[in-house]
């Protein structure tokens, strides 16, 4: 059975960079048939898409974020991550990682627990 | 980019009522590609419905889908008590961004 897990540091200084990774267990991350995103939700609102990376390492952002966000994939650790520059108060939110359909893009079949990060000085 | 309005805000319902959630897009979304997901406190969200009405695995048949272009509509036939959670729908396969409605909470009466 798939499992996502999201690791990376709960709090985040304004202006820092946060770096989070998604630990791929239950299957490989190196398949034609899925792609791997990041999706956020701030405290009691709703759900913001992130990233998504197709198997072919094709990336795709969200327009409002596309100038501070890198999406990568490591095959070889089974795992992917998500870089987010200049963050502030803003992005404070769960963060979860999400397993993808490659066919239908962006439908999102698998997520992660989430993970909460807090910017704050 | 794809807006998606989901209503109503809220609704306060008690279990074995019938309830319909509503999700209209800014634009048709071709080939249904409008899912609906569930989240309750604490959790990730849930694939329900894709396809506009197709279910999930594992997904029980109270939970039906309709619609299509810019009107879909989210049906629980019969609340069950674990039912009560926030129901988010979302446009896929198109051009990026994926898109989110901002969700329907059903709060119990």
């Known amino acids: 059975q798939l499992q996502l897990q999201e690791s990376g540091p709960g709090l985040v200084k304004p202006s820092e960079t946060l770096s989070l990774t998604c630990i791929v267990s239950?299957?490989?991350?190196?398949?034609?048939?899925?792609?791997w995103g990041w999706i956020r939700q701030p405290p009691g609102k709703g759900l913001e898409w992130i990233a998504t990376?197709?198997?072919?390492?094709?990336?795709y952002y969200n327009p409002s974020l596309k100038s501070r966000v890198t999406i990568s994939v490591d095959t070889s650790k089974n795992q992917f991550a998500l870089r987010l520059t200049s963050m502030t108060a803003a992005d404070t939110a769960v963060y979860y990682c999400?397993?993808?359909?490659?066919?239908?893009?962006?439908?999102?079949?698998?997520w992660g627990h989430g993970t909460l990060v807090t910017v704050s000085s | 980019e794809i807006v998606l309005t989901q209503s109503p805000g809220t609704l306060s319902l008690s279990p074995g009522e019938r309830v319909i959630l509503s999700c209209r897009a800014s634009?048709?979304?071709?080939?249904?590609?409008l899912a609906w997901y569930q989240q309750k406190p604490g959790q990730a969200p849930r694939l329900l419905i894709y396809?506009?009405?197709t279910r999930a695995t594992g997904i029980p048949d109270r939970f039906s889908g309709s619609g299509s272009g810019t009107h879909f509509n989210l049906t629980i036939s019969r609340l069950e008590p674990e039912d009560f959670a926030v129901y988010y729908c979302?446009?896929?396969?198109?051009?990026?961004?994926?898109?989110f409605g901002q969700g329907t909470r059903l709060e119990t009466k």
């Open positions: 999400a397993r993808q359909s490659a066919l239908t893009w962006g439908l999102i079949g698998d």
């Open positions: 239950g299957g490989s991350i190196n398949t034609f048939s899925y792609s």
């Open positions: 990376i197709s198997h072919t390492g094709n990336t």
């Open positions: 634009q048709t979304i071709s080939s249904s590609y």
């Open positions: 396809g506009a009405s």
């Open positions: 979302q446009q896929y396969g198109g051009s990026p961004p994926l898109t």
